[in-house]
């Protein structure tokens, strides 16, 4: 029997990504400090993240699309399947706080009023079973 | 016997989902001198630390908490979520960094006196580290955990980002010298300081199982019986979402999840009711009972 938890909740597939005037890192520039022109491609993030199966592009991949101004990267899954565990973060050999990057391009979305979670799917079992601090940071990070 | 306070701040979770970790927290505490005094005004710290620079809004709940710690003239909290000890000690390493930032939250609130920045937050696997020592713990071990072999599990926020970290971000030892400590066997593990899906659980179900399918399937191959960990939701993931792989990878079998405090609590003889292990999906009591240390 197919659950309404079983349903996706997930919203982007509808390419809800707002359309953004201006280059993508002159608009990350407001959002983060960080240097991304000064990423080399060396993938060292890729390697070490958890989720890198699941996503379409991969962390480094992302980095180069905001270089390139392709702004088709505000649709992509990895920024939401990126659950800011630092660990490219930690390890990066050109000091960039990916996660922070990451943060950042949800933000954008996020800051245009759009939902990535629909959280209408939640069963009432889930909402007794799973952590709050789980929901929290979902809302946290997926809701805008 | 005279105990020594130490203010605790409980967090959402403890109070709802991680009663056993709370609870068995507590016990321990008071079989070491101590006493858990609940901050008597507290709220949500977020769960996630505000990451984009602009937004200062999101460190008012945690700086509220250290304001209210600050009222009852206490110089530490004693935190048990990693979540929350994460988020509060990065709201506090922002405004120690940051004066503007610090003066900026304080003209938002406005019933509350200003942060002085005086609070540490230990969480308190920290503690039990740093205040009471693993070699004193060892001396109270009445039933040392002989032939357990046990994973350490860090998961994300105890170890990073590295200016909050309990340990060292790479190469962390304190699980690992606990569990010797307890008298059990560390199985080393490769994936123990890698993300166990974290919020996931909710929106990428199947991810987050074979999320705790990775984590755990190389140290089983190993040996390991059991997980120890310290998160309340690594502890869902590894547990709920890591029963549900079994479905997905044939022939897996997930072990059981322990918080370390449960662990703790049953080297140290305590009440075994306070570890609530009917509350777990992997039930970890054959094992215990596989290994003599509880009847």
């Known amino acids: 029997m197919s659950t309404a938890a079983e349903k996706d909740c997930r919203h982007n597939e509808k390419n809800l990504a707002p359309e953004i005037k201006g280059r993508l890192i002159d608009e990350l520039e407001d959002l983060c400090e960080e240097d991304i022109f000064g990423c080399y491609q060396c993938g060292t993030c890729a390697a070490g993240c958890p989720f890198v199966e699941e996503m379409d592009l991969t962390p480094d991949e992302v980095l180069r699309y905001v270089i390139l101004d392709k702004k088709e990267v505000l649709n992509s899954r990895t920024i939401w399947l990126c659950s800011s565990c630092f660990a490219c973060a930690e390890r990066c050999p050109r000091d960039i706080n990916i996660t922070v990057v990451m943060e950042a391009l949800r933000q954008l979305i996020l800051r245009k009023n759009v939902d990535e979670t629909d959280i209408e799917c939640l069963t009432e079992e889930e909402k007794r079973k799973i952590p709050q601090i789980a929901f929290v940071s979902l809302f946290r990070k997926n809701i805008g | ?295």
């Open chain 2, 1 to 295: 016997m005279r105990f020594m306070e130490l203010l605790y701040y409980p967090g959402c979770t403890l109070k709802t989902s991680a009663k056993d970790l709370e609870a068995t927290a507590i016990k321990i505490a008071e079989e070491l001198g101590y006493s858990f005094k609940e901050m008597e005004e507290w709220n949500c710290c977020g769960v996630v630390a505000s990451l984009t620079s602009d937004d200062l809004m999101h460190h008012l709940a945690p700086l509220r908490n250290l304001i209210h710690a600050e009222d009852e003239g206490a110089d530490k909290i004693v935190v048990l979520c990693d979540m929350c000890a994460n988020t509060l000690k990065q709201t506090s390493l922002r405004v120690k960094e940051s004066k503007d930032d610090l003066e900026t939250l304080n003209s938002f609130m406005d019933k509350e006196n200003d942060y002085k920045g005086t609070i540490e937050i230990v969480h308190f696997l920290e503690f039990l580290r740093d205040e009471v020592g693993f070699a004193q713990l060892k001396k109270k071990v009445k039933k040392p955990l002989k032939g357990l072999r046990v994973m350490p599990y860090y998961g994300c926020v105890l170890l990073r980002p590295r200016e909050v970290a309990i340990d060292d971000a790479e190469d962390p030892v304190i699980m690992s010298d606990l569990l010797r400590a307890l008298g059990a066997e560390v199985v080393d593990n490769p994936f123990k300081i890698e993300c166990c899906g974290s919020y996931h659980t909710i929106d990428e179900k199947e991810a987050t199982s074979k999320r705790a399918h990775r984590i755990t399937n190389f140290a089983r191959d190993r040996g390991a019986e059991a997980i120890m960990l310290s998160c309340p939701l690594c502890r869902f993931n590894l547990d709920a979402r890591g029963k549900e792989a079994e479905k997905i990878f044939e022939g897996y079998e997930q072990i059981p999840a322990f918080y370390y405090t449960q662990l703790i609590a049953i080297a140290l003889d305590l009440d075994i009711d306070a570890c609530g292990f009917d509350s777990q999906e992997v039930d970890p009591l054959p094992l215990l009972k596989d290994k003599g240390v509880v009847e």
